[in-house]
């Protein structure tokens, strides 16, 4: 029994349309199957192969599917950031160090240096969070097709696909440069332990770079016979305006001048630190040279008679004065000292006999003006001196040299004893005689033809120093 569709009123089977409500009818399908030659072919059941086939490609399906989502995970900016910062409050250096990328290739990240800037990082657990807080920005903006700049030294960077198909997110991790001078030549830089540089001018400077962030400790050092000058400075490369920073590694050694008594009217001079020639003028600083009197310095001084050394003075300070003992050698002291005796030997004759022509160790200038001035006068005034000459007392501390004009001159302080000696006129009857002493500053000339110091003149002296003196005997048979 058929039935309308509209109104559900009972339809005849051959029936149009619907006697109740007018509604055309559909088309009356048999419920007998057709013939098996209508159906055209056999329905037959799945092959193995078939069924194999079928469950290979269903599992390929599952495969792709799964590994699409396992891949998206992977390579998901979320999930990076949370593996760094799971390494990041960790310290694991291992992890952090193969995760980071830089834009210059030139900068090694290994895990030592890594883990120096972790340890850094971990006294500031605020700037933990801070570098976190930043990334989490940064992937929110990729969220929303922007880019937002980095403010801390890692940033999150995008670039390329990964299997053709993810973006490929990475952590960045910013290089450093700075720039580092000296202010000596053949200064050697260091930073840590690890020379950098050699400066090559006195206005040296150099840009150094890649380096991690970090604090860094920068060092000049620069040495020669007399010095080691040092200078350190630490630098902190732990926020992008850090960058491109002047490391100052100037060297600050003391330059000495040197005075010398004599220097001004030697031949020439030459002066010694450590038994080393310098090569510098008279009036030029040395340096630069430590001053804590660990090197010492010395002249020479060149005059017609031979060379003369000062006393060997330690460097402490900025001014040294390098002092002359004597201003010749021992064998031309011996020789004036020999010739004062002499002089002492000569006055006794030559006063006796009021006969300036006895000097033998006297300038013929010194025998005329004796001969004229002291000589002639006893001599009109019948004046006479008689006295045997006893020895010579020379004050070794005494010797002092000059220059007039182009002539060197010496001073010298002798004592002159003389016993049985007296002043007398001639018709004195009598004849009180003593010892006489002569305290005389005897002046000498230097006789560069001869080579030799004549006395050019003698004068009294207020006071006779005896502390460090050296005598001259007469020898008696």
Request: proline fraction near 3%; aromatic fraction near 12%; include cysteine.
């Amino acid at each position: 029994m058929n039935y309308c569709k509209e109104c559900g009123h009972a339809l005849k089977n051959d029936a149009k349309f619907c006697s109740a409500c007018g509604t055309r009818t559909q088309p009356q399908v048999s419920n007998q199957l057709p013939a098996r030659s209508s159906w055209g072919t056999k329905i037959r059941q799945a092959t193995k192969k078939q069924k194999v086939i079928a469950i290979s490609v269903l599992a390929l399906l599952v495969l792709l599917i799964g590994g699409h989502q396992v891949g998206a995970n992977m390579t998901d900016k979320n999930r990076i950031i949370e593996k760094f910062e799971t390494a990041l409050y960790e310290e694991d250096a291992k992890t952090i160090a193969s995760m980071l990328q830089t834009s210059d290739e030139r900068l090694e990240i290994t895990e030592e240096k890594v883990s120096e800037l972790l340890t850094l990082i971990a006294e500031t657990p605020s700037a933990q969070q801070y570098f976190i807080n930043e990334l989490e920005s940064q992937a929110d903006a990729y969220e929303r097709s922007e880019t937002l700049e980095s403010s801390t030294i890692f940033s999150l960077e995008k670039e390329g696909k990964t299997a053709l198909i993810y973006d490929n997110y990475f952590i960045e991790v910013m290089p450093f440069y700075f720039q580092v001078g000296t202010n000596m030549t053949d200064a050697k830089l260091f930073l840590g332990e690890e020379e950098i540089a050699t400066s090559d001018t006195s206005e040296f400077t150099k840009e150094y770079g890649p380096v991690l962030p970090g604090v860094y400790t920068l060092r000049s050092s620069y040495s020669n016979d007399y010095t080691v000058l040092e200078n350190e400075s630490t630098i902190e490369l732990l926020e992008p305006y850090h960058q491109d920073q002047y490391v100052d590694l100037s060297l600050y050694g003391e330059y000495v001048s040197f005075n010398t008594e004599y220097a001004a009217i030697a031949d020439s001079i030459s002066y010694f630190v450590n038994d080393t020639e310098l090569d510098i003028s008279e009036d030029e600083d040395f340096g630069p040279v430590s001053v804590d009197g660990s090197a010492e310095a010395h002249a020479v001084l060149t005059f017609p008679w031979g060379d003369v050394t000062t006393e060997k003075t330690p460097i402490d300070y900025t001014y040294i004065d390098l002092a002359v003992p004597k201003p010749f050698n021992e064998e031309m002291q011996t020789d004036i000292i020999n010739t004062i005796h002499a002089f002492g030997q000569d006055y006794a004759l030559a006063s006796e006999a009021l006969d300036a022509s006895l000097f033998t160790t006297a300038t013929d200038i010194f025998i005329t003006e004796e001969a004229d001035s002291n000589y002639s006068y006893m001599e009109a005034w019948d004046e006479r001196w008689t006295g045997t000459y006893k020895k010579a007392v020379v004050d070794l501390d005494s010797f002092y040299l000059y220059q007039t004009d182009d002539t060197y001159e010496l001073s010298v302080n002798a004592a002159l004893y003389y016993e049985d000696a007296a002043t007398y006129y001639i018709d004195d009857e009598e004849i009180d005689t003593d010892e006489e002493i002569n305290e005389w500053e005897i002046t000498f000339v230097y006789q560069a033809d001869e080579a030799s110091w004549l006395v050019a003149d003698y004068s009294g002296l207020w006071s006779f120093n005896d502390e460090n003196t050296v005598e001259r005997v007469v020898e008696t048979n």
